[in-house]
Structure formats: C-alpha cells, structure tokens
C-alpha cells in the first residue's frame, strides 16, 4: 500500500485541494527539495525567497508536474527535482513582474520588492531562476532541460511583448493571445508536459498532458483577467482594475473596445496612450462590464478548458484524473 | 592550411586583440551564433540585445572559452555555442546590474534601461539568460550545463552579497574577496574551464582553465575597482567614483578604512551607511589616494595575475598561451 489510508477528500474540497491530497506524500517531498535549494549564506536571499514561495502559493504547477507523472506510472525522485524546479521558474517570474508592475500586494502580503526594494527582488529572481536550472541538470535529462530552457524564452518573450503592448488598446485578439499563451500556459505545458517525461510515458501521453497544460494555462490566465475587472460576481471592497492601471490590455478591454459604441471608442481612444487615471477605471469598468465582455471572456475561457479535458481521454481513468477534469472547470468559475 | 595567412599581429596590439585575431576565424563563428539567438518576433528584445552585445564588448568571456577549446585539441561546434552562451550570460547579468545600480552609462554609450527603461532591461535580461541555457542544451554536455547552472546561481549570490553589502563599508577583505569571485572570476573560471570540457581535454588540463580563469577573473575586478578611483594615473575628466556613489565598498575603500587615522575614520563612520553625496566623493577619493590604497589594490590584482600564469605552466607552448599570459598582465595594467 503506496497511499496513506487516512486521506479522505472532503466534498467540500477544491480540486485542486482534492489533488494536493491524493499526492500529499509526493507534494511534501517537493516541499522539501524547494526549502534545501533556497539555502544560501546569503541571508538575504532565503528572506526574499521564503517570504514568497512559502506565503500561499497553490503549488498548481508542480502538482501538474506530479500528476502527469503519477497517472503515467511512477513519480521518480527525478520529477520531483522537476516539480520544484517548475515552481522556482514561476516564483522567479513573480519577483521580476512585481517589480515591472510595481506591484504591493501579492497573495494578500506584501510584495517582496516592496519590503526589500527592486533591486533584491531581480537579483533574487535571477538567483532562483538560476537554482531551477541546478535542480533540472540534477534530473539528468536533456529532454527535460531542453524544454524547459525553451520555456523560459517563451516565457520572457511573452512578458517583453506585454510590456511592448502596454497602453496599447488595440492589440487584438492575436497578440492578447500570445501574450498569454507564452507568459503563462507555456509553463502550465511545460509543467505536465515534462513530469510525463520523465514518467516515461508514450509520446501520446506526453502530448496529451502538453494539451492539457497548454489549454489550461489559458483557462487559468482568461478567468485571470476576468477577475482583475471584478469577475461575474465582483465582491464590494475587492481590489479591481490593476491591469487597467498598469496599461495592460487583456480580453475584457479588448472586447470593449470591439463593441465600443461611438462615444465609447472616443473614451477608449482618449485613455489608451496616456496613464490611466482612477476615474478613467469607473468609466472603464462600466463599458467593460455593461458588453458583456466579461461573460465573452469566461466563456472563452470555458472553451479552454473544454479542450484542456478532452485532451485527457486518452488516458485510463483514475482518481487523479477527475481531479485534473474537475481543475479544468475549477479554474474558469474560482471567485478569486 | 587552417589558419588564414593573412592574420598579423602588430607590436601595438593589446593581448584581448591579438587572442581575437589568433582566433578570428572561430570569433566569427560566436558572432554568428550571438546574432542568431537575439532573433525574435518581439522587436524590442532584439533592439535592447544588439545595443548591448553589439556596442563595444571586447568578448573577452568567449574568448577565453575558445582559446582554451583551442589549446586543448579543437573548437568544436559545441564550443562555438558554449562561447556564445557565455557572452549572453554576462549580457544579463550588464542588464540587471544596470537596474540595481541605477548606471545612465556603459562603454560610453547610453545604458539600455535609460533608453527603453528599468522593465525592458529586466525582461530581457531573462531573455538573455534563458537563450543562453538554450544554447547550453544544443552542447548536449550535462557536464557544462552543470558548471554553468552553479555558476548562474553563483553570480547571483554574488550580486546579491554585494547589494545586501552596500552602504557598508566595514564588509572586510573576506566579504569582498566572495562578493568579486562570486559576480565576477566564478564566469571567468567556467568559460574557460568548459572550453577545455568541450575539447575532451584531460583533469589536469581542464583544472589549469579552471584556475586559470578563476585567478584572471580576480586581477580583471580588482583593477576595474582601482580604476574606479582613478587608477595610478586618473585621467583628468574621466568619471571615478561610481562605486562611491551606489554605496559599492571595494578594496580602495576598504584598504583606506584598515589604514584611516582617527580623523579620517570619523569621516568613514559618517558617510558610510548614508547616501554618498558629491562632496564625501573628494574627501574619500583624496583619503583613498592618499594612504597608498590604489597602489595596494593593484598589487593584489598583480598577485592574482601570477597565480593565473602559473596555472598556465603545464600546458604545452603557443601563441595562444601566450597570449592569455600576456592578458593576465594586461587586466592589470590596462588604464580603462
């Protein structure tokens, strides 16, 4: 008996809770080999690191990794090397983005470059950035470190081309999913992708969790952008509209933009170029949410993760499986 | 005929112009491999990268890795990438320290976070850094990408000790020895090293690159921060003092603090853990010049630069190896 028998998914359960449960002896193992690589005789470096890896993170990427590589047979010492190396690439993005977004608050803290400055925060991002590789070579696999070399120049494209794109309205469709595509599913793919790999799955089944992981990244980041303009319930108090104010422009303004009755499109002309003022992000919020673009951009967002489902029927069923269908869903209709 | 009968080297030339002419044909070749990897659909990364690769390196990084593939047997098409991976790390690693420390100037060109701001520069320094690891992986040597991950992580270390030293000027010899090993000679030390690796060469030979570069990288720092202080003979006009000015304590700095009368520390102790004003410049520069500390600074590099030619002494003779020889002298010498 691999699995401890004490684990019992309540209903009440998120999926993704409901997977942190049926890989809690794999996820603590990852715990484990994340805190040994954030030691340094640094000080400053575990301070930065640990305030934000420990400080509420979901551990969603890594536990793509281990699902995929649970389902395709056996998660080897060398996946969860992997799993923990995926979260320091998303960890290290987080510190360099907080500090292009000029960002304060993350998962209700405070931000890393808010406490200790910028210029720690890109230093240790690079620092993490660089222990992830540490921790791909120990996995031994070129394959691995190929891919996720690759996926992190998609990942640093995407985020350059949002910066390109800022206070740019009308970036269209297209871009917006680039965009989103490299700065956000590449490392969802990449994640599930690889622990396949190193499960030594079929080439089916490693394409099958390269789908889902692609196709779920984008559910992930659309529900995203959807929740930054209050989502189809916005909570009173909730802090909407950062995106509006640091210049990005995601679905929902895209959509805007596209339905913009005249008088609209004269608004949307006037406050794309120039810094977007508070009062711009009550007008904004209206049109945005007065169109529907809301709704058009969960429901492109629940087409994502139609496909991200489908993409799994190629694979026996297992607990762990409904879990990841269910992750699908869960990511398009959280609240927050 | 290999070698192209045309090449020359003149009396007049520097050591770094006669390595790059020995090995032009190769050099070529790294040109090209840089040039190829800065490609990318978004524009900006492409225009940031050239305005920093292309303006003014000298390439002394890949240099090294060639001259020491070349010693050792042959520059393989491996170690053509390895080369070019090498200048890309240190090409982030320009964009990042360009950040932290807030510079409007490199190779007398404006820096590329003054033209297209602090953001471009973090972003695509990531770029950089996860190009180069791509690069790394096209060598199919796990070896070298193992030195060269520890060593990513190293240099961050580096940076980050030297951050989290600034404004601090009671650091010690010992911190700073780790602080300029760490950023500076740990890159040095790899890409001559791996250049040895990628030919196949021998431990032994591989360990002489090693320490080598590591000894080079050492006399290489600790002249650039004599010259920061004007050097033995400060050119009327040139800029001294940056690393005053961003709270940098380097062994000028140090060395003149070990040696300061009562007076004089009582000068340190006040302007050290505040921000360095223009007028504190000239009292430290006079106290730093004044107690032989410049002078002291240089025969430490002097020291390092024996120890890398005498880890040079058990490899056969060439005109290579004389020339890293040379080099050793010349980063201590050189008066820019």
Redesign the interface.
């Known amino acids: 008996m691999n699995a401890p028998a004490a684990i019992k998914i309540a209903a009440f359960d998120s999926p993704l809770e409901a997977l942190a449960k049926l890989l809690a002896h794999e996820l603590a193992q990852t715990e484990i080999e994340i805190s040994s690589h954030m030691v340094?005789?640094?000080?400053?470096?575990p301070d930065v690191a640990h305030h934000l890896v420990d400080a509420g993170g979901k551990r969603l990427r890594p536990l793509l990794t281990l699902a995929a590589a649970k389902i395709c047979g056996k998660v080897s010492p060398a996946a969860i090397k992997l799993s923990a190396a995926v979260e320091f690439i998303h960890s290290a993005?987080l510190l360099?983005d907080d500090?292009?977004d000029g960002s304060g608050m993350r998962r209700g803290l405070r931000t890393a470059n808010l406490i200790w400055g910028?210029?720690?925060s890109?230093?240790?991002g690079?620092?993490l950035?660089?222990?992830a590789?540490?921790m791909?070579?120990a996995t031994?696999s070129?394959q691995i470190?190929?891919i996720l070399?690759?996926t992190?120049?998609t990942?640093?494209?995407g985020?350059?081309?949002q910066?390109?794109s800022a206070s740019r309205g009308d970036i269209g469709r297209e871009t917006y999913d680039k965009i989103i595509s490299a700065k956000t599913a590449a490392l969802f793919a990449a994640a599930a992708q690889s622990g396949a790999i190193c499960a030594g799955a079929s080439d089916e089944y490693v394409a099958a969790f390269c789908e889902y992981g692609q196709e779920l990244g984008m559910a992930f980041q659309l529900s995203d952008d959807a929740l930054d303009y209050g989502g189809l319930t916005q909570e009173l108090g909730k802090s909407v509209g950062d995106d509006f104010r640091e210049g990005k422009p995601t679905l929902p303004m895209i959509i805007a933009i596209e339905r913009a009755s005249d008088a609209e499109y004269g608004f949307w002309q006037m406050v794309l170029g120039r810094k977007h003022e508070e009062e711009d992000l009550q007008t904004a919020m209206q049109y945005i949410r007065g169109c529907g673009a809301i709704e058009a951009t969960l429901q492109e967002a629940t087409t994502r993760a139609n496909c991200a489902k489908q993409a799994l029927n190629v694979l026996p069923n297992s607990e762990i499986k409904d879990c990841l269908i269910e992750l699908a869903d869960y990511v398009v209709n959280r609240v927050s």
């Not at 340094?40 to 470096?45: D, E, F, R």
């Open positions: 340094s005789a640094v000080g400053l470096i993005t360099h500090v292009v910028d210029k720690a890109v230093l240790v690079d620092f950035f660089a222990r590789f540490n791909m070579v031994g070129m470190l190929d070399a690759a992190s120049s990942i640093a494209e985020e350059v081309l910066l390109a």
